[in-house]
């Protein structure tokens, strides 16, 4: 069996080694950009972990791998884009360093290139392979269209809010680990705890990037700290301060989200003060604690020996040790 770590260097030696010699190049090269930036690669690292638990060759599925990580990678470059971010992992976005247009051309082609890599699979488990995927990218689409409705609400409540970063977020970590799965021959009811796991994992990893976007470090974060607190985002902390505020600190929360000439370090400030104030902080670390422990459980209810278990679960574990 291989080590995360063994994993992520097979991915990102892939990934770096893809051809992209059709024409024009300019369409390529924003999609070689942001693929080059790196970053944790995740999803793919999580199927072949996840096929790995059932078979020893998982760098035979590193395509549709790498096809899942194209397509999250598409996610983010449309995600900066209507966010008009200007950086990811440290770097411009690719809105910033080309354009607007480039951005969503580039982006679309990723999307199609996602779907050519995870169709190079076996033939058998092309069917059941691509259901999963397309269901996901519904998913996450839906999710995306609820996160931009909630920005118009103010009445928006904590299991709105799970439910959304479950569609936006989680679905697609329970999609890698399933996959993984399905190609290995794993039975219909270890891949459906696989996809629980996922998934569970997945919303304690959104919510540990909420709350990293408050506390984190930005230098090692990769992005300014405080932009869901700028952008009024109706995130597990924004809600939850509003739920347990008294009457000054609701009454200082809606200034703050309502003014619109502000000096933005103060807006950070004074949010991030109040959320101490009510202990906004402990209360998320509590809620990702929780959906860890249910991922492993789910993890621990996979009918494989233990000890193939042993490098997911501290691959998980790691992940929720991060800090970027």
Not at 60 to 83: K, Q, R, S, V, W
Not at 101 to 124: E, H, K
Request: hydrophobic residues 40%.
């Amino acid at each position: 069996m291989y080590t995360s770590e063994e994993i992520l260097q097979k991915v990102d030696a892939f990934i770096d080694a893809l051809p992209y010699d059709r024409q024009p190049q300019s369409l390529y090269e924003p999609i070689k950009y942001i693929l080059s930036l790196g970053g944790k690669r995740i999803r793919p690292t999580l199927m072949l972990l996840a096929y790995n638990l059932f078979r020893d060759d998982p760098e035979t599925i590193l395509m549709p791998a790498c096809g899942l990580e194209t397509y999250h990678n598409f996610t983010l470059l449309h995600d900066d884009l209507m966010d008009n971010a200007a950086v990811r992992r440290g770097h411009p976005t690719v809105h910033k360093r080309w354009d607007a247009n480039t951005a969503i051309l580039s982006g679309d082609n990723m999307l199609v290139l996602a779907f050519r890599y995870m169709q190079q699979c076996p033939a058998d488990k092309l069917k059941p392979v691509l259901d999963l995927f397309v269901e996901t990218a519904l998913q996450i689409d839906e999710g995306q269209q609820y996160d931009m409705d909630f920005e118009h609400r103010d009445d928006v409540r904590e299991e709105e809010y799970i439910e959304m970063i479950r569609l936006k977020t989680s679905v697609l970590l329970a999609c890698a680990v399933k996959i993984g799965a399905l190609l290995a021959d794993a039975t219909p009811e270890d891949a459906d705890r696989l996809y629980r796991f996922g998934e569970q994992m997945g919303l304690a990893f959104q919510l540990q990037d909420d709350y990293l976007d408050v506390y984190g470090d930005p230098k090692v974060f990769g992005k300014a700290i405080g932009g869901d607190i700028l952008c009024n985002k109706k995130t597990f902390m924004l809600i939850n301060a509003f739920q347990r505020a008294d009457s000054g600190q609701r009454a200082a929360l809606q200034h703050w989200v309502n003014v619109t000439d502000f000096d933005p370090q103060q807006k950070i400030a004074e949010v991030t003060r109040l959320y101490n104030e009510m202990g906004i902080g402990q209360l998320a670390q509590q809620k990702i604690s929780y959906y860890f422990e249910e991922s492993r459980k789910c993890l621990d209810a996979v009918q494989v020996d233990e000890a193939r278990k042993q490098e997911l679960a501290r691959y998980t574990a790691m992940m929720m040790k991060r800090d970027k």
